[in-house]
T-cell receptor, first 112, second 112 residues
Framework: EDKVVQSPLSLVVHEGDTVTLNCSYEVTNFRSLLWYKQEKKAPTFLFMLTSSGIEKKSGRLSSILDKKELSSILNITATQTGDSAIYLC????????????FGKGTKLTVNP | EPEVTQTPSHQVTQMGQEVILRCVPISNHLYFYWYRQILGQKVEFLVSFYNNEISEKSEIFDDQFSVERPDGSNFTLKIRSTKLEDSAMYFCAVGDRDTEAFFGQGTRLTVV
C-alpha cells in the first residue's frame, strides 16, 4: 500500500524562526512529490518536485527531493503569522490516473 | 480566479438521503478528481475521471458513489443513501499530465 508520512505532525514557532518540515514516502511507481498549503479549506499548490537534488524556491519557501532517501523537506525561513497552516505532502503515482496520495500534514503555528 | 468552483459550500442532509456535489472547472483540463477529508484526517483519493470515464477509483468509492460529467462542464459526485460516516469535506480537483492538481474550495457535507 502506498504511504506518505509527514513529521512533525504539529509545530509551534515564533515569528522569524526557520522551520523544516519532513515528508517520506513508500510508493510504487513514483512520479512526483507535491507540497500544498491548507489554511481553511482548499489545499493550495506550493511545489512540484520530480528530480532529486534540485531545490525549488518561492520567496521564503524552498523544497528539495531526495529520491535515494525517498524523502523531501520543505523549508520556511523568517516565518510570519501568515505561514500558519497545515502543510500537506502528496505523492503522485504513475499508472494512468495521476492520483495523489497524501500524508496527514504538519500543522504549523507561528506566534507573534 | 480559482481553477475550480464547487457548490454548495456546505450541505446538511439526513441519513439515507442522496446528495449531489457539483464542481465546475474554469478552464480545460484532462483529469478530474474527487477527494475527501474527514475532519482531522488526511485527504483521501476517491476517484479520477479521464476522457469521460472513470480511470481509477479507491476502495472507498463503492456502489454508493457515482460520478458524471453530463454536459462537458459540470463534474458531479453523487452519494446515495448517505451515512453518518460520509460526513467530510469533499474536494474536486482538476489537472493534466505532469502538472499540479488544482483543488476547489470544497463542499462540507454533514449527515445528520
Amino acid at each position: 500500500e502506498d504511504k506518505v508520512v509527514q513529521s512533525p505532525l504539529s509545530l509551534v514557532v515564533h515569528e522569524g524562526d526557520t522551520v523544516t518540515l519532513n515528508c517520506s514516502y513508500e510508493v510504487t511507481n513514483f512520479r512526483s512529490l507535491l507540497w500544498y498549503k491548507q489554511e481553511k479549506k482548499a489545499p493550495t499548490f506550493l511545489f512540484m518536485l520530480t528530480s532529486s537534488g534540485i531545490e525549488k524556491k518561492s520567496g521564503r519557501l524552498s523544497s528539495i527531493l531526495d529520491k535515494k532517501e525517498l524523502s523531501s523537506i520543505l523549508n520556511i525561513t523568517a516565518t510570519q503569522t501568515g505561514d500558519s497552516a497545515i502543510y500537506l505532502c502528496a505523492v503522485e503515482t504513475q499508472g494512468g490516473s495521476e492520483k495523489l496520495v497524501f500524508g496527514k500534514g504538519t500543522k504549523l503555528t507561528v506566534n507573534p | 480566479e480559482p481553477e475550480v468552483t464547487q457548490t454548495p459550500s456546505h450541505q446538511v442532509t439526513q441519513m439515507g438521503q442522496e446528495v449531489i456535489l457539483r464542481c465546475v472547472p474554469i478552464s480545460n483540463h484532462l483529469y478530474f478528481y474527487w477527494y475527501r477529508q474527514i475532519l482531522g484526517q488526511k485527504v483521501e483519493f476517491l476517484v479520477s475521471f479521464y476522457n469521460n470515464e472513470i480511470s481509477e477509483k479507491s476502495e472507498i468509492f463503492d456502489d454508493q458513489f457515482s460520478v458524471e460529467r453530463p454536459d462537458g462542464s459540470n463534474f458531479t459526485l453523487k452519494i446515495r443513501s448517505t451515512k453518518l460516516e460520509d460526513s467530510a469535506m469533499y474536494f474536486c480537483a482538476v489537472g493534466d499530465r505532469d502538472t499540479e492538481a488544482f483543488f476547489g474550495q470544497g463542499t462540507r457535507l454533514t449527515v445528520v
